[in-house]
T-cell receptor
Framework: EAAVTQSPRNKVAVTGGKVTLSCNQTNNHNNMYWYRQDTGHGLRLIHYSYGAGSTEKGDIPDGYKASRPSQENFSLILELATPSQTSVYFC????????????FGPGTRLTVL | GDSVTQMQGQVTLSEDDFLFINCTYSTTWYPTLFWYVQYPGEGPQLLLK?????NKGISRGFEATYDKRTTSFHLQKASVQESDSAVYYC??????????FGTGTSLLVDP
């Protein structure tokens, strides 16, 4: 069954540490996205990708990097984690031409202490 | 840039009540508008979409219409059930296949 999976599902990190969030999709979609979800803000786009090897900045990219090594995998990297990055992170995939429907993973809850 | 505003943060209803959630949007382009729904512990999923071509979308008993004159986009359902309890997001799509989410409306339906 086509799906978007995320790992880990929960993560506790220390301030200043490096965190990598991983996303895998079996939808064979070209586009992938990383969002964070915070109360009062809805979902906000951090980075996205149009295909393997490409990454683009979203609306709130500061403090985050992204990597798309293959069609299936898209990672979000926090080089120096801060408490303000405590949030729930969602990965999504979508197909160019299928008008804007995105398929979301179950989310990763990140706590930075 | 594009923006979406949902003023209703939380709505509490009883089963069989009528649901109405309003949303306003701002964009310089012809909009494609969506309602996404998020159930507890899950990621958001598409509920329905509306384009400038059809002005209305219907799915799973929900209906959404958009008004270009007032740049509003509302979601309604004639009779809600407890299983409809979720967070509903008004979402605007752009030409770069990106989505702009509203802040969400949390619906709680009492049995």
């Amino acid at each position: 069954e086509a799906a978007v999976t995320q790992s880990p599902r929960n993560k506790v990190a220390v301030t200043g540490g490096k965190v990598t969030l991983s996303c895998n999709q079996t939808n064979n979609h070209n586009n992938m996205y990383w969002y964070r979800q915070d109360t009062g803000h809805g979902l906000r786009l951090i980075h996205y990708s149009y295909g393997a090897g490409s990454t683009e900045k979203g609306d709130i990219p500061d403090g985050y990097k992204a990597s798309r090594p293959s069609q299936e995998n898209f990672s979000l990297i926090l080089e120096l984690a801060t408490p303000s990055q405590t949030s729930v992170y969602f990965c999504a995939s979508g197909e160019t031409g299928q008008i804007y429907e995105q398929y979301f993973g179950p989310g990763t809850r990140l706590t930075v202490l | 840039g594009d923006s979406v505003t949902q003023m209703q943060g939380q709505v509490t209803l009883s089963e069989d009540d009528f649901l109405f959630i309003n949303c306003t949007y701002s964009t310089t382009w012809y909009p494609t508008l969506f309602w996404y729904v998020q159930y507890p512990g899950e990621g958001p999923q598409l509920l329905l979409k509306v384009t400038t071509a059809n002005n209305k979308g219907i799915s799973r008993g929900f209906e959404a219409t958009y008004d270009k004159r007032t740049t509003s986009f509302h979601l309604q359902k004639a009779s809600v059930q407890e299983s409809d309890s979720a967070v509903y997001y008004c979402v605007l799509g752009d030409m770069g296949y990106k989505l702009t989410f509203g802040t969400g409306t949390s619906l709680l339906v009492d049995p």
